[in-house]
């Protein structure tokens, strides 16, 4: 019973990534899109968000569907590698079904820090640009022209909105909810508030370009004062992978009855196993809680 567990993974996760990439509504994301499409239903509307801070051009359906190949890759290339194991081929497949989540959450996180580095300068831009007469849209032309992407892209886009008739106050939320970050958030909301309230709007600029530099010094005291913490946190949870292995390879034989069954259907001495990578995440999900600090 227990070696059909591969074979019946492997067809489950062809047969959904081969329903999820033939299926209708797996296009472009509104990063590509003027016009946003309706949101995907049930749990695929749940990827729409990280897709679109990534600035990946594609749609949840065809992201879950090549999920769904990954994880038949993993779990062909576990059975390849281990034929005699079913677990190991299991191990395949949840890697290739986890790491392209993994990897597309690594990758919004860092789009979102590139946007964080590249605000202030952005803003210094704009407040420049103002002070020499040009009005905010001419001011965020100029900048979406200069600048590099992914700052360039989004202020191009806005507007491009405000030219085809889109509301300046309705391009400036719609940039905030594509990039879903608090200091853009915050600036959107400067410049909404001067747009309501009227004043200088360079000085308005200046104002949210200082406030920026006090932000970002007191996160990097914050990384830096939680460096090791953090730095900790990895080095445990490598460590008994980096063990594992270098006993796998002094002595197979013995390591390699943690993921082998001693009978068919049993997974008795698979537990231990199982029971210490439960806790493995559950103490880096600790360490990293712990070592994160809002502010």
């Known amino acids: 019973m227990s070696s059909l567990l591969p ?3 492997g067809v489950a996760a062809g047969a959904t990534a081969l329903r999820l990439l ?7 994301t509104p990063q590509s899109d003027p016009q946003a499409p309706e949101a995907s239903p049930g749990l695929l509307g749940l990827l729409e968000p990280p897709l679109r801070r990534a600035g990946l ?9 090549w999920a769904a190949v990954a994880c038949l890759a993993g779990d062909l290339a576990g059975w390849l590698l281990a034929p005699e194991s079913p677990l190991v081929a299991m191990a395949g497949a949840l890697i290739g079904a986890v790491g ?11 789009r979102v820090r590139l946007f964080e580095l590249q605000l202030l300068p952005t803003v210094v831009q704009l407040s420049e640009a103002v002070a020499a007469g040009r009005s905010l849209q001419d001011a965020l032309a100029v900048v979406a022209q ?6 360039s892209r989004e202020l191009a886009r806005v507007v491009d909105a ?7 106050e309705a391009a400036l939320r719609e940039l905030r909810e594509r990039v879903e970050n608090e200091d853009i958030a915050f600036f959107v909301a400067a410049v909404l508030l001067q747009r309501q ?7 308005v600029f200046d104002g949210i370009a200082q406030t920026l530099r006090q932000r970002f010094a007191l996160r990097d005291l914050v990384r830096s004062l939680t460096a090791q913490g953090r730095l900790s946190g990895m080095l445990l949870s490598l460590l008994p992978v980096g063990l594992g292995l270098y006993m796998y390879w002094l002595v197979p034989g013995h390591i390699s009855k943690l993921w082998t069954f001693a009978e068919p259907g049993s997974f008795t001495n698979c537990l231990p196993l199982l029971l210490c990578a439960a806790a ?3 103490g880096f999900l600790w360490i990293h809680k712990l070592a994160t600090i809002d502010y």
């Open 57 to 65: 051009a594609l749609g949840p359906r065809h992201y879950a569907g």
């Open 162 to 168: 405000v030219e085809h008739g889109v509301p300046f």
């Open 22 to 28: 033939s299926g209708p509504g797996g296009g472009s």
């Open 146 to 151: 200069t600048g590099r992407p992914p700052m």
């Open 7 to 9: 074979l019946a993974i």
């Open 197 to 203: 309230a009227g004043g200088s709007l360079a000085q």
């Open 100 to 110: 392209p989540f993994v990897l597309l959450a690594r990758q919004a996180q860092a």
């Open 280 to 282: 493995q995440a559950i």
